[in-house]
């Protein structure tokens, strides 16, 4: 008796735990899907992650892109500039080289012999004034006008450091040499297309306060006037500028200057 009811026993408590068996098996399988969402979501991150990254790294391309396309604007923009300076620069020079300088070596330039009369000259009733005997031609030795010729060649090439440099050999070498205002004011114009307008005014001031009735003097105040227009001091281009047209009336300068002197008016400056 006591072996069967052990064994009711047995199958009464087998079916009880089998059920237990199958609804823990139920949940499990229930929560199968939670225990896999975890393990799903950091997939989703990374994913969102590099979908951020790549749009971050597209806006920083695109800044790029545009920082690019501005210097290549402006180094367009410089290259322009220091064209048109070099053709301005090129033009003045092929001016000068045709008017007639000095000659290298002891000798001056012959000047014109006036014929002697062979009718008997008439005496003055009144004294005759006196006579003003000019000053002799200063001479250019050949050293000195080699490296105004070379500064000037290397000015051409676009080599405006080197150029710089070898008019500095003539304007330190021999104060009095009549190469020196024009050594001093290309000089000035070398600065300005490097973009040294302090130098560059240092420079044409040298030739308008050392050199006043020297052929470039006009032009150097010019320039003067210029640089003081493009550093915005337009009561000091403007003063600079009205000189030019009273010290130099007629000239090339004188005209540049006052068409300058319009323009600021018409910008109101």
Same mark, same amino acid.
């Given at each position: 008796?006591?072996?069967?009811?052990?064994?009711?026993?047995?199958? !009464?408590?087998?079916?009880?735990?089998?059920?237990?068996? &199958?609804?823990?098996?139920?949940?499990?399988?229930?929560a199968?899907?939670?225990?896999?969402? $975890?393990?799903?979501?950091p997939?989703?991150?990374?994913?969102?992650?590099?979908?951020?990254?790549?749009?971050?790294?597209?806006?920083?391309?695109?800044?790029?892109?545009?920082?690019?396309?501005?210097?290549?604007?402006?180094?367009?923009?410089? =290259?322009?500039s220091?064209?048109?300076?070099?053709?301005? #620069?090129?033009?003045?020079i092929?001016?000068? /080289?045709?008017?007639?300088?000095?000659?290298?070596?002891?000798?001056?330039?012959?000047?014109?012999?006036?014929?002697?009369?062979?009718? $008997?000259?008439? &005496?003055?009733?009144?004294?005759?004034?006196?006579?003003?005997?000019?000053?002799p031609?200063?001479? &250019?030795?050949?050293?000195?006008?080699?490296?105004?010729?070379?500064?000037?060649?290397l000015? +051409?090439?676009?080599?405006?450091?080197?150029?710089?440099?070898? @008019?500095? %050999?003539?304007?330190?070498?021999?104060?009095?040499?009549p190469? +020196?205002?024009?050594?001093?004011?290309?000089? !000035?114009?070398?600065?300005v *297309?490097?973009?040294?307008?302090?130098?560059?005014?240092?420079? @044409?001031?040298?030739?308008?306060?050392?050199?006043?009735?020297?052929? =470039?003097?006009? /032009?150097?105040?010019?320039?003067?006037?210029?640089?003081?227009?493009?550093?915005?001091?337009?009561? +000091?281009?403007?003063?600079?500028?009205?000189? *030019?047209? #009273?010290? @130099?009336?007629?000239? %090339?300068?004188? #005209?540049?200057?006052?068409?300058?002197?319009?323009?600021?008016?018409?910008?109101?400056?």
């Amino acid at each position: 008796m006591k072996q069967q009811h052990s064994n009711i026993g047995r199958l !009464g408590w087998m079916p009880k735990t089998l059920t237990q068996v &199958v609804a823990v098996a139920c949940l499990l399988g229930a929560a199968t899907p939670l225990l896999a969402e $975890p393990l799903a979501m950091p997939a989703q991150s990374v994913l969102s992650e590099m979908m951020s990254r790549q749009q971050q790294m597209q806006a920083e391309l695109n800044e790029l892109r545009d920082l690019v396309e501005r210097q290549g604007y402006e180094l367009e923009m410089l =290259k322009r500039s220091n064209k048109e300076a070099y053709m301005d #620069t090129d033009q003045r020079i092929r001016a000068l /080289d045709a008017i007639v300088r000095p000659t290298a070596g002891a000798g001056s330039v012959p000047t014109e012999v006036t014929p002697v009369p062979t009718t $008997p000259a008439v &005496v003055p009733t009144s004294p005759p004034p006196p006579v003003v005997v000019a000053p002799p031609a200063q001479t &250019v030795s050949a050293d000195d006008q080699a490296k105004y010729d070379q500064g000037l060649k290397l000015l +051409r090439a676009g080599q405006y450091q080197p150029a710089i440099k070898m @008019f500095d %050999q003539v304007i330190k070498a021999n104060p009095a040499s009549p190469n +020196r205002p024009n050594a001093l004011y290309w000089t !000035g114009e070398a600065y300005v *297309v490097l973009g040294d307008l302090k130098s560059a005014l240092n420079a @044409f001031e040298q030739v308008v306060q050392g050199s006043p009735a020297h052929q =470039k003097a006009a /032009d150097a105040q010019l320039k003067m006037g210029y640089i003081y227009y493009d550093q915005k001091n337009y009561a +000091r281009a403007r003063e600079t500028l009205n000189k *030019v047209k #009273t010290q @130099f009336p007629g000239t %090339q300068a004188a #005209t540049l200057a006052d068409q300058r002197l319009k323009r600021m008016q018409s910008e109101g400056v």
